[in-house]
């Protein structure tokens, strides 16, 4: 009785998805505004944090990816790997966006040019954005798998323990 009641898939109306769609959307708005505070600072941590969680994030999805792959769900898993694959590269540029902080951190602020100061803070505002957007979008393709959930019926499990379709 418990086994299955935890292979329910989470039974949402429409406007529960819409609002936790829009819930990620606005995470992403205020990440963008806080960077924006931050890069003035430019507190490392902070983009140490998020390229972890972004990680982390990815690494979940992977995991998943290969779970639908083993359950013989090949367009779930391929979507899995999709968002996978864009969460991935938005850690890759959150370190970039950690790179050209302490780059600009460590000019000489003073006797820089603006245009090249300018063009550092822009050129860093764009890096960040585009790991705010490919992260929102690895999450948005990957809430309608967590919404459905995974259902497995009993068969699904024994073949994936036992490949050969024996069970000793």
Do not use: K
Not at 82 to 91: E, G, H, K
Request: contains cysteine; glycine residues 8%; aromatic residues 8%.
């Amino acid at each position: 009785m418990l086994g299955s009641s935890i292979c329910q898939p989470m039974q949402l109306s429409r406007i529960g998805r819409w609002a936790i769609r829009s819930g990620v959307w606005l995470v992403g708005a205020g990440y963008l505004f806080m960077e924006a505070r931050e890069v003035v600072a430019t507190r490392q941590i902070a983009n140490i944090t998020i390229f972890a969680l972004l990680f982390v994030l990815g690494s979940h999805q992977l995991s998943t990816s290969r779970l639908h792959l083993s359950l013989d769900r090949l367009a779930v898993a391929a979507r899995c790997y999709r968002c996978s694959t864009l969460m991935f590269l938005a850690s890759l540029m959150a370190v970039f966006d950690a790179a050209l902080d302490f780059l600009i951190g460590s000019l000489p602020i003073n006797t820089l040019p603006e245009p090249i100061l300018g063009s550092l803070f822009v050129l860093g505002w764009l890096v960040n954005l585009i790991a705010v957007l490919l992260s929102i979008r690895s999450l948005e393709q990957y809430l309608p798998v967590m919404f459905e959930g995974l259902n497995p019926r009993l068969e699904d499990w024994s073949n994936a323990a036992d490949p050969g379709g024996r069970n000793t």
